[in-house]
T-cell receptor, first 114, second 114 residues
Framework: DAKTTQPPSMDCAEGRAANLPCNHS???????VYWYRQIHSQGPQYIIH???NNETNEMASLIITEDRKSSTLILPHATLRDTAVYYC???????????????FGGGTRVLVKP | DAGVIQSPRHEVTEMGQEVTLRCKPI?????LFWYRQTMMRGLELLIY????????DSGMPEDRFSAKMPNASFSTLKIQPSEPRDSAVYFC????????????FGPGTRLTVL
């Protein structure tokens, strides 16, 4: 599976956009980029995923570069409740046997400050 | 839906004792995953099942660990005998093709082995 690299931590101001970068330079053509987050003392929570195109849902936006070697998760208006560890995961095609597996790295610890 | 249910939420036991962790996946989900989280090693996949059949148990640390899924609505992770280094938070997650293979995590079981 392709490896991801994320900054270990970052702060952002409440109400401002939070831009979380992720490098995945060895990603292959049929691998997806997934983002999960883990709020303290809870299980991880799915945020969003994408293959090539940018994606948006009610939680966040995902911007994937044209060469697919990096991506950015955008929380448009960060709130204190967005304080969590954010994991960027490269996942095999869902149609492969290994497509069910998620390999979590260290993630980025995001602290939203008032 | 109540989400993924895990029991117990907290378990404190003495070294050498048998520990059984339980998980009820979301109804209709056909994949179930067991993860372990520690400060040192982060979040690791131990084993996962598709349609009650173990698919990949390469993450199971050693023979002291075993997992079963006797039916679609119940799974157990057993540690026998337990050791202090098994102390961790154990998460169960479930998914289905209909959910886009998005994994839904339970609240976790915090295990302390004295």
């Amino acid at each position: 599976d392709a490896k991801t690299t994320q900054p270990p931590s970052m702060d952002c101001a409440e109400g401002r956009a939070a831009n979380l970068p992720c490098n995945h330079s060895t990603i292959s053509g049929n691998e997806y980029v997934y983002w999960y987050r883990q709020i303290h003392s809870q299980g991880p929570q799915y945020i969003i995923h994408g293959l090539k195109n940018n994606e948006t849902n009610e939680m966040a936006s995902l911007i994937i570069t044209e060469d697919r070697k990096s991506s950015t998760l955008i929380l448009p208006h960060a709130t204190l409740r967005d304080t969590a560890v954010y994991y960027c995961i490269v996942r095999p095609s869902l149609f492969k046997a290994a497509g069910n597996k998620l390999t979590f790295g260290g993630g980025t610890r995001v602290l939203v400050k008032p | 839906d109540a989400g993924v249910i895990q029991s117990p939420r907290h378990e404190v036991t003495e070294m050498g004792q048998e520990v059984t962790l339980r998980c009820k996946p979301i109804s209709g989900h056909n994949s179930l995953f067991w993860y372990r989280q520690t400060m040192m090693r982060g979040l690791e996949l131990l084993i996962y099942f598709n349609n009650n059949v173990p698919i990949d148990d390469s993450g199971m640390p050693e023979d002291r660990f075993s997992a079963k899924m006797p039916n679609a609505s119940f799974s157990t992770l057993k540690i026998q005998p337990s050791e202090p280094r098994d102390s961790a938070v154990y998460f169960c997650a479930s998914s289905s093709l209909e959910s886009g293979n998005e994994q839904f995590f339970g609240p976790g079981t915090r295990l302390t082995v004295l």
